[in-house]
């Protein structure tokens, strides 16, 4: 049975549901970037290779170092030792707390877990791969499972509230009217003179919690998103 708990759990999971997938992206509903198809393999932590349409390859290889924990002082001027920067695959780092089905009741919330995968344009690349965002401040309208390219896969209707909290307000996964007012919050433009949608319909692979299906729905941009078609994965 799914409801909308697994729904949220599974939001929370992608961290520790994979370790390498390759995937396709392609845009859907913009003028400019519509069927823009990008080819991606990923392999935690932190290796991406990204191939565009006209073969343009983008290569990323981090280490968790490297991806701007900010250290504070003490308040005496003492030393302070470096955390040791971790992955949620580490053995050594905190682990979630698991359902009984497997899935994230709740994810570690110490900061020297890294958990972004690389960034391809922006953050919206990020928040589908891990659409942790998903899994709280929003109201679940509909649930249900399905199959999509023969992955089993769960399927929502939700809308943002007020204590939406995305990775990225600029490049959320649902940008919409509490997006747009979360930006303008934190010194960023006045929101757009447009009608947002009203709700959005999003899907999440079972196997990788990856989103691999967006749309809004309402508003001047009704239909826009992205699809993923997931070709490989090596999981956990």
């Not at 949620?88 to 497997?102: C, I, W």
């Amino acid at each position: 049975m799914v409801d909308d708990e697994t729904f949220r759990a599974l939001a929370r999971s992608s961290p520790w549901r994979w370790r390498s997938v390759e995937l396709t992206r392609t845009l859907v509903g913009d003028a400019i970037t519509a069927d823009h198809a990008v080819r991606a393999w990923i392999d935690r932590p932190g290796r991406m290779r990204v191939v565009e349409p006209d073969g343009t390859e983008h290569l990323v290889d981090e280490t968790p170092a490297e991806r701007g924990l900010v250290v504070v002082a003490s308040s005496d001027g003492s030393p302070v030792e470096p955390p040791v920067v971790t992955v949620p695959l580490d053995p050594a780092a905190p682990r979630p707390v698991l359902r009984p089905d497997g899935l994230v009741a709740q994810r570690p919330s110490d900061v020297t877990v890294a958990y972004d995968d690389p960034m391809y344009e922006n953050y919206l690349w990020v928040a589908m791969l891990d659409p942790v965002e998903l899994s709280g401040g929003v109201d679940v309208l509909s649930v249900r499972a399905t199959v999509l390219e023969g992955r089993d896969t769960v399927e929502a209707v939700v809308r943002p509230t007020a204590g939406y909290d995305p990775r990225c307000t600029c490049c959320a996964l649902l940008f919409g009217e509490v997006a747009a007012e979360l930006l303008h919050a934190e010194g960023g433009p006045e929101p757009e003179d447009r009608a947002f949608a009203d709700e959005f319909a999003v899907a999440l692979d079972v196997e990788t919690g990856i989103c691999v299906r967006l749309r809004e729905i309402g508003g001047d941009d009704d239909g826009a998103g992205f699809d993923v078609s997931i070709a490989a994965v090596t999981p956990v």
